[in-house]
């Protein structure tokens, strides 16, 4: 049997290795995670050298080993060069690679994942405003989210089942959000009158993690879609203003702690995100 191999993958990870080598960590639609060493690929004579950096997408023939393989070939079709050139777009990448880092399978076709991983870092290359960074970032987090199969719920309360709609009318209208039930829980409203419809029951604190008003939630469902959200579509005039960057941080983030709780995972790219985000802000 052939100790060697091909296949097409993207470098989602690299360290170096020994003395002159990397050691990569690459996706590939028909072997999901692969870990691999880069011979000599940190000499500045090396072929492999730019073909192991991050986002490169490579034709590979690689070696099997006994614990780590081993590239021997590499032909590049594709990178996301543009993304090194702007260090928040450099970090959103990160953050995105380490995402499917902690959900990626080995030695099992990731084929839907690569795809998405690819579609959602040509997205970013395509970014114009940083302020629409957290929006990009929010719903790949979410698709990633549907992969792990671990969505929250976002149309239906998950204790009561009840179809929950927002109500533009009441600038106090909030919903509750729930690491552990997985999804939106619908509120006690204290200004409920007794007198004309039944209280809710009271939910326990500890259960709620976030509250959403109605433009973030309305925000929030639209993002199992391809495309992302156009708030123009699905929002009032009266709410287009400029308080929209900052409500699609309030989402990213619960996203990003949603996934933590559920995937066991810590994103050390976020940090980096929030650094930035907090100069623009």
Known sequence: MSRTYKTTGIVLKRIPFKEADHLVTILSPEFGLIRAVVPGARKH?????GRSELFVINDLLILK???????????TLNSYSRLSKDLGKLAAGQYLAEFVLSIASDKQPQRELYELINEHLHRL?????????????AQGVFHFLIIAGVMPQVHTC????????????????????????GGLIKLTNPE???????????????????????VELSLLQQLVHFDLPQPTKILPPDYLNDSLPTMWVRIEHLLRNYAQYHLGATFRSADLIDSLSSLEF
Do not use: M
Not at 45 to 49: E, H, M, Q, V, Y
Not at 125 to 137: C, F, T
Not at 160 to 176: A, I, K, M, Q
């Open 45 to 49: 004579t090396s072929r492999l050298s």
């Open 65 to 75: 080993g006994r614990s780590l393989d081993r590239i021997i070939q590499a032909d």
């Open 125 to 137: 290359e395509k970014i114009s405003s940083s302020h629409s960074l957290h929006s990009h970032l």
């Open 158 to 181: 998950c204790l009561t089942g009840e179809t929950l709609s927002v109500d533009f009318n009441n600038p106090h209208w909030r919903v509750g959000f729930s690491f552990e039930e």
């Open 192 to 214: 409920f009158s007794l007198s004309t419809q039944q209280e809710s029951p009271r939910i326990p604190q500890y259960l709620i993690n976030w509250q959403l008003n109605a």
